[in-house]
């Protein structure tokens, strides 16, 4: 059931390697060309990096 279309069926949804989902919302901390990272989601994206580096 559904739609069978290519980009439904091969490409949403697919599972990738060192990628993060998150709520983007406003800091007031921040300036206008800087982005603001949970510590527990940057470790994981920058996992092999931090491994190589220890």
Known sequence: KGKQGR?????LGKRVDYSARSV??????LKLHQCGLPKVIAL???QPFI???L
Not at 24 to 29: A, H, Q, R
């Open 24 to 29: 983007i919302v406003v800091g007031p901390e």
């Open 7 to 11: 980009f439904r069926l091969n490409l």
């Open 51 to 53: 491994i190589r580096r």
């Open 44 to 46: 994981e994206l920058f």
